[in-house]
Nanobody, 121 residues
Framework: QVQLVESGGGLVQAGASLRLSCVAS????????MGWWRQAPEKEREFIAS????????VYADSVKGRITISRDNAKNTLYLQIDSLQPDDTAVYYC??????????????WGQGTQVTVLL
């Protein structure tokens, strides 16, 4: 059974940085692409970033490009998201997700419970 557990969210001031983590278990981590999504209050869940199973080919949404970095440590079964220059518009629940293959194609198969990020002016 696949489990994805996010951590690292919190309450921060605008301009701060955060690094979110997601620990995966249940199947061979390096065989699957991973991604980060977020959902703000009263908005639909939106894609932020994805990364191949081998750690290459990062893809970023235009809305956050330049401020975020996705990475993974396959030896630790962990996915990361570094977010810099946080703004109030970044306030959302951040979810990690695992795709069905090594490339981030289609909708992810599995989702974590999410970690809340709140950014204050």
């Amino acid at each position: 059974q696949v489990q994805l557990v996010e951590s690292g969210g919190g309450l921060v001031q605008a301009g701060a940085s955060l690094r979110l983590s997601c620990v995966a278990s249940g199947r061979t981590f390096s065989s699957y692409a991973m991604g980060w999504w977020r959902q703000a209050p009263e908005k639909e869940r939106e894609f932020i970033a994805s990364i191949r199973g081998d750690g290459g080919g990062p893809v970023y949404a235009d809305s956050v490009k330049g401020r975020i970095t996705i990475s993974r440590d396959n030896a630790k079964n962990t996915l990361y998201l570094q977010i810099d220059s946080l703004q109030p518009d970044d306030t959302a629940v951040y979810y990690c997700a695992q795709y069905r293959m090594t490339l981030p194609i289609a909708v992810p198969d599995f989702w974590g419970q999410g970690t809340q990020v709140t950014v204050l002016l």
